[in-house]
């Protein structure tokens, strides 16, 4: 019974994803249904519009637990804790991602985790600490698009820039 239901639970994940997929306009993800899953398109469809928050938390928290069973393994890799404190900030957990980036500080070059801090300060909106954060990931990295895309959307909703 519990293999028929990770099989059904895997079937209906597989679909949900082909669903949102469609949804975006893929036409590869269209082609490769068959004609009863195009059936049962529109059912699924409407699940991954209503569940998609949902199965969206639970990824995270998956991603969460795996990452923290790395960090475990490998406590002393930095990248593994930025990885994880970016987990937390999806998970709505962005005091626990700052925590988790002032751990993983002193594991290599401090400015390393000045990105995550400043995502994790956007999503706050903390816009005068986040910019700090990405001015000090610029300054090493100067040319890092992701820096800039967010630096630039904290100027837009911190109403400096529009």
Same mark, same amino acid.
């Given at each position: ?25 893929? *036409? ?22 209503? /569940?998609? @928050?949902?199965?969206?938390? +639970?990824? /995270? ?6 990452? =923290? ?21 999806? @998970?709505?957990?962005?005091? *626990?991602?700052?925590? +988790? ?9 401090? +400015?390393?985790?000045?990105?995550? *801090? =400043?995502? +994790? ?29 967010? *630096? ?11």
């Amino acid at each position: 019974m519990r293999a028929l239901s990770a099989l059904t639970g895997a079937y209906w994940t597989r679909l949900l994803s082909l669903a949102k997929s469609c949804a975006a306009g893929s *036409r590869p993800a269209a082609r490769s249904l068959t004609q009863p899953q195009r059936l049962i398109l529109p059912v699924c469809l409407a699940l991954a519009f209503f /569940t998609g @928050n949902a199965l969206a938390d +639970v990824a /995270t928290e998956e991603r969460i637990r795996l990452l =923290g069973e790395n960090i475990l393994a490998n406590p002393d890799q930095q990248l593994v804790y930025i990885q994880l404190a970016v987990a937390y900030s999806d @998970n709505q957990q962005p005091q *626990r991602a700052l925590e +988790v980036l002032e751990t993983a500080k002193p594991l290599g070059p401090a +400015v390393n985790t000045a990105y995550a *801090r =400043g995502i +994790v300060l956007y999503r706050m909106a903390e816009f005068e600490k986040a910019r700090s954060s990405f001015d000090a990931y610029l300054a090493a990295y100067p040319e890092h698009m992701g820096s800039l895309e967010y *630096r630039a959307r904290l100027l837009r909703d911190s109403g400096e820039f529009e």
